[in-house]
């Protein structure tokens, strides 16, 4: 009986927390599991031991991804500081209005490997409703991929959709997104171009050479988007 032990099974959480995540369910709470951001302990026979702490761990995490949207990898970071007794400085003004975090700039989240979610499993997951997700489809934001009857997204739809759901709680619409779509595809062509006659050369040194070319282009890339963006900004509200 769950009375007489001090932990729950993973459907006695599911329940605990349900009242506070309408939308959690089994396969969101084995995904964040996946994701090294909950490890609660297994009995002899495989089954979770979920203990107090690990109950609060996960509401932690389910808070933290539902009031401030963060993405799994910035609050694995947070959780670690925690464990070992760290506090996280607060940005400057300047970082605050450039975007930027103190270590000079978030990156994009590693997209996880090996990640395949049903549309339901992903919507619970993301918190991006499945119409809506259905939708960005259509637009080309995201894809899913597997065979009819078997099909999934994967770790960079995950991210994606962790990133675009940022956008929708402003109010602004798939097809709005369709901009960055078309513009990524045109920069990704034009960087592609840059680097092909180092490919062409096909040898593991012209590989490693032409990968951190790219990976320089794209940080330059977002640099000269994001000043671009801050003056074009400063510029109207100067006007307005």
Do not use: W
């Not at 396969?27 to 964040?32: D, Q």
């Not at 012209?206 to 003056?231: M, V």
């Amino acid at each position: 009986m769950a009375g007489t032990r001090n932990y729950q099974s993973i459907g006695e959480v599911l329940v605990n927390v349900k009242t506070e995540f309408p939308d959690i369910t089994i396969s969101k709470i084995r995904f964040l599991e996946s994701e090294g951001l909950i490890t609660p302990e297994r009995t002899p026979s495989g089954y979770r031991k979920f203990y107090a702490e690990d109950v609060e761990r996960l509401k932690s995490i389910l808070r933290l991804q539902r009031d401030e949207y963060l993405p799994l990898k910035v609050i694995k970071e947070r959780l670690l500081q925690a464990d070992n007794g760290d506090e996280e400085p607060a940005p400057t003004i300047e970082q605050a209005a450039a975007g930027s975090d103190p270590g000079g700039g978030e990156d994009l989240a590693e997209a996880p490997t090996g990640l395949q979610m049903s549309l339901e499993e992903m919507a619970a997951a993301t918190g991006v409703d499945r119409d809506r997700i259905k939708e960005l489809e259509t637009f080309g934001i995201v894809c899913s991929h597997g065979p009819e009857g078997g099909r999934y997204y994967d770790g960079d739809d995950y991210v994606t959709l962790s990133i675009v759901k940022d956008f929708l709680r402003f109010g602004i619409e798939p097809r709005h997104l369709t901009m960055y779509k078309h513009f990524a595809d045109r920069e990704s062509a034009f960087f592609e171009a840059l680097v092909a006659p180092t490919l062409r050369q096909k040898n593991p040194d012209a590989r490693r050479t032409a990968t951190q070319t790219l990976g320089e282009l794209t940080a330059t890339s977002r640099k000269f988007k994001q000043a671009l963006l801050r003056n074009a900004l400063r510029d109207n509200l100067a006007a307005g």
